[in-house]
């Protein structure tokens, strides 16, 4: 039996512009931490980087009408910092112009542009005085909003502050898996908090400017279960991937307070980086993070089954390894004691679990703990699978077709029991360069061939097609 998505249901696709623009110092461009990084030997699997990526910068135009092909209604897309403002100083004119015309040209296409302001790749020179380790930072980030809003205001309407903090601070400030790389519990914590002050202070500035606009957050959450829920160290490993993970983030957001459960976990592990941490966290902040948006991204991957008890058949742990899975610093200041289990679903190319059932229970759990009357919006979802090029040039990845049809379903599934969510996009719309992984991990529904720049719609890309034309599963 197919079942119909409810009008106004928007489908679409998200990229973000480190891993797909190229033209890295091109017309005024100077480094973020990524061009960094990316140089830093080791860090990146075979010394990738963004220079050239999928050379949208150039091919902006053909991108475009590629997604109109596909049918999509609306397209995620991110504004590199340190092109619109290079080196976090004045405003880049021919830095913003790519934007405008990018937006232009959604719009002409009928695309609804969908943007975010941070997808990770912060100046460089900011970086050097601090990254998000440092206050400043947070007003930093509000002006080079309103840059954007200069010059973007009177055509976009959804706005995304930051994409996924949880991995711009502790996979990047404690695991060192991302830039800058540091490995720190304190840096980590702070820089959480001030992506958060970010956050809050852009969305002051920018519904100060227009009361009219969409502003929203993108997280990533997971589903995190115990394996026995009868077992009180399962429940305990659990509850302590919950916070770290997903309540860090939801609690100060929607509920104006940092989980106090974690914060005590953490200064058990590290009390000089908690009191450092609470000394950032001035009076009036959490008002500031707590102001009420108008739409919550949930980026979803996979979830995790959690023991407290050590695992004999070894485990599935998806987030202590970097690029060329070797183990790294844990991104989860309180890790001790906590284990992950193998269940045997099913593994993308990443090795992560397919789950979708996890992302219908996801969207309940936010919606009734945190987002209220919120709409929630899929903004990320997807897998990266060893594609075959066939003699004919077509890539059959039946695999991710698959996934794809199903995390669509599962979205309905939350629909119809009553979540209020609006939107679906696909991660992602082109192959690119997968941060630590390089160019060999491809989670495009469009391929690229990065010798010719060639675009070829793969199989699940016709089957995405297919799903928005009908606008049903
Ligand atoms: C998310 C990122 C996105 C992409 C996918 C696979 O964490 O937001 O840029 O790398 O993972």
Redesign the pocket.
């Known amino acids: 039996m197919t079942r119909s998505f409810p009008d106004g249901f928007l489908f679409g696709t998200a990229t973000?512009a480190y891993?797909i623009e190229g033209a890295a110092f091109e017309d005024g461009r100077t480094a973020s931490i990524w061009d960094a990084f990316s140089r830093v030997p080791g860090a990146v699997v075979n010394g990738d980087n963004g220079d050239v990526a999928c050379d949208h910068y150039h091919r902006y135009r053909d991108d475009v009408a590629l997604m109109k092909q596909l049918g999509l209604q609306t397209y995620r897309f991110s504004t590199s910092w340190s092109r619109v403002r290079p080196d976090g100083g004045p405003v880049n004119a021919q830095g913003i112009d790519f934007y405008s015309r990018l937006v232009d040209e959604l719009l002409a296409a009928d695309i609804v542009p969908w943007l975010t302001l941070h997808?990770w790749d912060m100046p460089q020179a900011l970086e050097e005085q601090g990254g998000w380790t440092s206050r400043d930072t947070a007003q930093r980030f509000a002006d080079y909003a309103l840059s954007v809003h200069d010059a973007l205001g009177d055509r976009v309407q959804h706005w995304t502050t930051m994409?996924?903090p949880w991995?711009s601070s502790f996979l990047s400030y404690t695991a060192g898996v991302h830039a800058p790389g540091r490995t720190s519990i304190r840096d980590g914590l702070l820089a959480s908090h001030h992506l958060l002050l970010a956050h809050g202070t852009a969305v002051q500035a920018l519904r100060e400017r227009d009361a009219t606009l969409d502003l929203g957050i993108t997280l990533?959450l997971t589903v995190a279960d115990a394996a026995d829920d009868k077992d009180p160290l399962d429940l305990d490993a659990a509850r302590r991937i919950d916070g770290q993970f997903n309540r860090w983030f939801l609690d100060p957001l929607f509920h104006g307070e940092y989980p106090s459960d974690i914060v005590r976990d953490i200064r058990d592990v590290d009390a000089a980086a908690v009191s450092d941490w609470q000394d950032a966290v001035h009076d009036g902040d959490l008002q500031i993070i707590s102001a009420p948006l108008d739409a919550l991204g949930i980026?979803y991957?996979h979830g995790e089954l959690l023991s407290g008890h050590p695992q004999s058949g070894g485990e599935g742990n998806p987030h202590e390894t970097d690029g060329q899975q070797r183990p790294t610093a844990s991104p989860f200041p309180s890790h001790e004691g906590i284990h992950w289990v193998e269940r045997g679903l099913p593994r993308t190319g990443m090795d992560w679990e397919v789950q979708p059932e996890g992302l219908t229970r996801l969207l309940q759990r936010v919606a009734a703990d945190y987002a209220g009357s919120v709409p929630l919006y899929v903004t990320?979802n997807?897998a990266a699978y060893d594609d075959v090029v066939g003699e004919d040039g077509e890539v059959a990845d039946a695999d991710r077709a698959a996934f794809l049809r199903e995390h669509v379903s599962a979205t309905l599934d939350a629909v119809e029991s009553g979540v209020d969510v609006r939107g679906y996009f696909y991660?992602s719309l082109l192959d690119n360069f997968?941060?630590a992984w390089g160019y060999g991990k491809r989670?495009g529904i469009v391929r690229v061939d990065y010798d010719t720049q060639r675009r070829a719609i793969k199989q699940s890309g016709r089957e995405y097609a297919r799903i928005i034309a009908a606008r049903a599963v």
């Open positions: 973000a891993q997808h994409n996924e991995c990533n980026n991957y990320e997807g991660w997968e941060w989670f």
